[in-house]
């Protein structure tokens, strides 16, 4: 709670800039003009965020919010190279395009990128579910729409452990999805027990398994998780990551070791002589 009270405040000026900061002329920006050029990627952005929640079933304010500015983001990335390859030199749409330069293709991976990231951070926040069950052979429980089935406990030993090892057949839909095997370690050295959870991972979801204590009659505490577009944070990341690489080898940045040398002047070399 603290952190959504303190963080949101900040970063949705600096996010709602981002789009905006590539569009304005530095000290001649006009606000009318901008808000001209921007009023159709405002449009589309207030639309879909408040539509979008609805169709995923759930609306708040901060789902619609963090919605609202990874839009923002990528329309106004939108308007920028529109504008851009509208103004640019070449023949034809396709030689503007390739006129424009990598330190902005990279400027606009790196906003994707964090658009990627805030649709991350938004649905973890908005959507994830946990559940702590009791669990004995054979029992089954639902979260997130995927049907976990516990089959026992395996005794297993490890280079430097013993564990526990938990067997969970996973579907959805009468679908087997996958296997998972959380574990609860003791550490032989240090005689100290530990949880490994169970992960599995994909491009919409991840889900998460934990088991807990041992109770009576072979049931087991057991902790699940459905994390939607978890993985999107960590996508946001690299894709910003790949936007500093393509920035970086704009050839207006190479290193001045990699340019054309340039002549000396005369009195230049006299002097170098004279010192050596």
Same mark, same amino acid.
């Given at each position: 709670?603290?952190?959504?009270?303190?963080?949101?405040?900040?970063?949705?000026?600096?996010?709602?800039?981002?789009?905006?900061? =590539?569009?304005?002329?530095?000290?001649?920006? &006009?606000?009318?003009?901008?808000?001209?050029?921007?009023?159709?990627?405002?449009?589309? &952005?207030?639309?879909?965020?408040?539509?979008?929640?609805?169709?995923?079933?759930?609306?708040?304010?901060?789902?619609?919010?963090?919605?609202?500015?990874?839009?923002? #983001?990528?329309?106004?990335?939108?308007?920028?190279?529109?504008?851009?390859?509208? !103004?640019?030199?070449?023949?034809?749409?396709?030689?503007?395009?390739?006129?424009?330069?990598?330190?902005?293709?990279?400027?606009?991976?790196? !906003?994707?990128?964090?658009?990627?990231?805030?649709?991350?951070?938004?649905?973890?926040?908005? $959507?994830?579910?946990?559940?702590?069950?009791?669990?004995?052979?054979?029992?089954?429980?639902? #979260?997130?729409?995927?049907? $976990?089935?516990?089959?026992?406990?395996?005794?297993?030993?490890?280079?430097?452990?013993?564990?526990?090892?938990?067997?969970?057949?996973?579907?959805?839909?009468?679908?087997?999805?996958?296997?998972?095997?959380?574990?609860?370690?003791?550490?032989?050295?240090?005689?100290?027990?530990?949880?490994?959870?169970?992960?599995?991972?994909?491009?919409?979801?991840?889900?998460?398994? &934990?088991?807990?204590?041992?109770?009576?009659?072979?049931?087991?505490?057991?902790?699940?998780? !459905?994390?939607?577009?978890?993985?999107?944070?960590?996508?946001?990341?690299?894709?910003?990551?790949?936007?500093?690489?393509?920035?970086? &080898?704009?050839?207006?940045?190479?290193?001045?070791?990699?340019?054309? =040398?340039?002549?000396?002047?005369?009195?230049?070399?006299?002097?170098?002589?004279?010192?050596?």
């Amino acid at each position: 709670p603290y952190f959504d009270s303190v963080f949101v405040p900040l970063m949705t000026p600096a996010l709602f800039l981002i789009g905006v900061g =590539p569009l304005a002329q530095w000290k001649q920006a &006009s606000l009318p003009d901008l808000a001209k050029r921007l009023r159709w990627a405002f449009g589309v &952005s207030i639309l879909t965020a408040v539509a979008l929640p609805f169709a995923l079933g759930s609306w708040t304010p901060l789902l619609s919010l963090g919605l609202l500015l990874a839009i923002w #983001i990528v329309t106004t990335s939108l308007v920028g190279l529109r504008e851009r390859i509208g !103004h640019g030199v070449g023949d034809g749409f396709m030689g503007r395009l390739a006129g424009v330069p990598r330190a902005y293709w990279g400027m606009l991976l790196a !906003h994707c990128g964090i658009a990627v990231f805030i649709v991350g951070v938004t649905m973890v926040k908005g $959507f994830e579910t946990e559940q702590d069950v009791r669990m004995n052979i054979g029992e089954t429980a639902t #979260i997130g729409g995927y049907t $976990f089935r516990f089959d026992g406990v395996q005794d297993v030993t490890g280079p430097n452990y013993s564990a526990a090892r938990g067997v969970f057949h996973v579907s959805k839909d009468g679908r087997e999805t996958a296997m998972m095997y959380p574990e609860k370690r003791r550490y032989r050295a240090q005689n100290q027990v530990m949880t490994e959870a169970a992960i599995d991972t994909g491009l919409l979801r991840d889900l998460y398994v &934990s088991l807990g204590e041992p109770l009576d009659d072979g049931a087991w505490s057991v902790r699940l998780y !459905h994390k939607p577009f978890v993985d999107w944070i960590w996508g946001g990341c690299l894709i910003m990551a790949l936007g500093g690489v393509v920035a970086v &080898s704009d050839r207006r940045y190479r290193p001045a070791w990699r340019r054309e =040398p340039q002549a000396v002047p005369a009195g230049a070399r006299l002097a170098g002589r004279q010192i050596a």
